[in-house]
């Protein structure tokens, strides 16, 4: 299985070191490998998927949240009260129409599924939440009125992404029944990045 990694991709060795193993607040059981690369960082897999969760919130629950570690594990711990997005498993073949790259980038754009600062080091599942300020959302929302189906649409290409191992690695299998799920899912998301941008709102992210 490949694994979506924001450093570089190597093999997944269960080692005495690198194995680590442990279940998320969903209980699914993950398994994390030591991967040797670049920067040392570390490539997650996971047994049953990555899914990426949204939730427009007020700029001062994030700023409580960043200060105090008791409100953001309650929070954080269950959301369910936050007005969430979710994402399912699209967020990588999302990221790729909207930017062009497989990896986190510095566009506006592509801020709107990665996020940009850290919350906290508390790690949810793959790496830890991460925010935009309401500035922040307000300027995604706007490139991303910008970008319309045809922009994603050009981008499309099977191949590309298998070979840059987007996740999840259905591109090629799936073809044009895929990209309707991308365009689909890439609406909501729009839409809902233009309500929270016209309440004010800030915006926290995560993949579980």
């Not at 029944?177 to 992210?205: F, I, P, W």
Request: contains cysteine; neutral net charge; glycine residues 8%.
């Amino acid at each position: 299985m490949r694994a979506w990694t924001s450093s570089t991709r190597c093999p997944a060795r269960r080692t005495a070191r690198g194995l680590r193993a442990r279940r998320g607040r969903d209980g699914r059981r993950r398994v994390r490998y030591a991967c040797v690369g670049v920067d040392q960082r570390l490539e997650e897999v996971t047994t049953v998927g990555m899914y990426a969760s949204l939730f427009a919130v007020p700029e001062s629950l994030v700023d409580e949240m960043r200060r105090d570690a008791a409100t953001r594990e309650e929070w954080l711990g269950d959301p369910s009260e936050l007005d969430t997005h979710q994402l399912d498993k699209l967020w990588h073949g999302l990221h790729y129409l909207m930017t062009g790259s497989d990896q986190p980038t510095n566009a506006p754009v592509g801020h709107a599924i990665f996020g940009g600062a850290a919350l906290s080091e508390d790690d949810m599942g793959f790496g830890p939440a991460t925010y935009l300020t309401p500035a922040e959302v307000a300027v995604a929302a706007v490139a991303m009125k910008q970008l319309d189906a045809k922009d994603l649409r050009a981008r499309f290409d099977p191949a590309d992404m298998s070979a840059r191992g987007v996740y999840p690695d259905i591109w090629v299998r799936e073809g044009e029944a895929a990209l309707d799920d991308l365009l689909a899912a890439y609406e909501k998301l729009r839409s809902y990045y233009a309500r929270a941008a016209d309440k004010g709102l800030a915006m926290l992210m995560w993949i579980a």
